[in-house]
């Protein structure tokens, strides 16, 4: 609370209401100024529940108000302060591309990561900026150096291109990947635990953990897992592409080899940005995807040899920081957290309704998924988004299925009265 309050302050006696007054529409901007000033002077609990707040906020984005848009997991909207950001950078890049990218915004890449990893809790020289989460994993997956036989513990729940890297690894090189098939959802954290120690050889070499589930928003005890890892000297991946700027962590808590995220998630950081930690130990052995003139290097810039590319996105990235911290990761992530428990404890009750996912705040977050009994996901997706204007994804993945609903923090408790209203009456007329 006092971090927020006084982060907030020294932001507005800085740069003037975080630099929201470069919104063109002045009483918009305004608006939603004054909404983070009062929200940054109230109590958590207070402030997870004050809708007028949160519909001010809501004047920060620019979503449609025709539809309501539930799948914030997928991909998640700018500011306008971000969408901002990117425009002025791309313009100005347009005047002269190599004298305006390379020479002028260029010089903001530092700032860029500083920020990143005051955001994570770790130094900046562990850092890299890249343009989602699966090049950050990516980039950890082929640069680890391991031999054929050795052993990578990951389950079948992992996210589908992570476990397309580790099996293209297993064809060329002959690693061994040893599955765990997770029973979701569960609330014991042994039980996790219990897994993969129990895959444990003496061939083991990593660990692979998906801090937060995308198919049904399962959290694993991450930092556990990797403390496990580190005790049998196996190193530990974190897929935390749903946990940054969602949860309220560092990922120095975690104690973790390597973390690779997207910012264009939960951080509303513009489409395309991501980010890889890897521990300062780590970063002299790991071979770069894209070579670089240095590839034994341990300078964590190694990683970031891509060529030319815009960059605009990167470096509106701290708009987004801004943004965030104006909120709070505290809050943000209990308000979350509450409109994910509203609609779900709405429908809860209902027999033909099925939430797969926790209610308990230590394994899941915003993102829950739904199902209806009789009916396919993709048959009650569909329907949501044709007769209730509600967009969501349907999930069948595994032992997985049902419709996962993603709110975020523009969405209001309005919204998702609608989504309860739909879920039972689409339960009513087709479930079986
Ligand atoms: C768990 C998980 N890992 C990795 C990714 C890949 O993220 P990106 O599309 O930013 O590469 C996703 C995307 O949804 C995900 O859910």
């Not at 104690?255 to 395309?272: E, V």
């Not at 230590?362 to 996901?377: F, Q, T, W």
Request: aromatic share 8%; charged share 25%.
């Amino acid at each position: 609370m006092d971090s927020r309050r006084s982060f907030f302050r020294k932001a507005v006696g800085i740069s003037g209401v975080m630099g929201l007054g470069a919104i063109p529409g002045m009483s918009r901007s305004h608006s939603v100024s004054e909404a983070l000033l009062e929200l940054s002077k109230m109590d958590i609990p207070e402030a997870v529940v004050n809708e007028d707040i949160w519909k001010r906020i809501q004047q920060a984005y620019t979503v449609s108000p025709n539809i309501i848009n539930l799948n914030n997991g997928g991909v998640s909207p700018q500011p306008k302060v971000v969408q901002d950001a990117v425009d002025r950078y791309y313009h100005l890049s347009n005047e002269a591309p190599s004298y305006y990218m390379w020479r002028i915004l260029d010089q903001g890449r530092e700032s860029v990561r500083m920020k990143l990893a005051d955001l994570a809790g770790v130094s900046h020289e562990e850092i890299a900026v890249n343009r989602n989460a699966t090049e950050a994993l990516d980039t950890v997956i082929f640069g680890m150096p391991l031999n054929q036989g050795d052993e990578v513990i990951l389950t079948k729940q992992d996210y589908p291109n992570m476990i397309n890297a580790w099996k293209q690894r297993e064809k060329r090189e002959g690693i061994k990947l040893v599955w765990l098939n997770l029973d979701l959802p569960s609330e014991d954290d042994e039980y996790f635990i219990n897994a993969y120690n129990k895959a444990t050889t003496s061939k083991t070499r990593v660990y692979h953990i998906t801090h937060m589930i995308n198919w049904n928003g399962q959290i694993l005890p991450a930092k556990k897992l990797c403390k496990v890892a580190r005790e049998k000297g196996i190193k530990s991946i974190v897929d935390g592409a749903h946990t940054f700027a969602h949860l309220d962590f560092k990922i120095a808590d975690l104690n973790c080899d390597y973390f690779g995220t997207s910012l264009h998630k939960w951080l509303c950081a513009p489409f395309g940005t991501g980010m890889l930690y890897m521990k300062k130990e780590r970063i002299a052995e790991t071979w770069p995807l894209i070579p670089h003139h240095e590839p034994q290097s341990e300078n964590i810039r190694k990683f970031e040899a891509l060529g030319t590319r815009s960059f605009a996105p990167e470096q509106a990235i701290g708009h987004a920081i801004n943004f965030h911290l104006s909120i709070g990761s505290k809050l943000k992530q209990q308000r979350l957290q509450y409109l994910k428990n509203y609609w779900c404890e709405k429908v809860n009750d209902n027999p033909k309704i099925n939430i797969n996912t926790s209610l308990n705040p230590d394994y899941s977050c915003a993102l829950a998924i739904v199902d209806i009994e009789g009916m396919e996901p993709g048959e009650v997706s569909s329907r949501l988004f044709r007769d209730y204007k509600i967009h969501t994804t349907s999930i069948k993945w595994e032992n997985i299925r049902g419709v996962r609903i993603t709110p975020h923090v523009y969405t209001m408790t309005y919204d998702l009265d609608r989504l309860v209203t739909a879920l039972t009456e689409i339960a009513k007329n087709n479930g079986s």
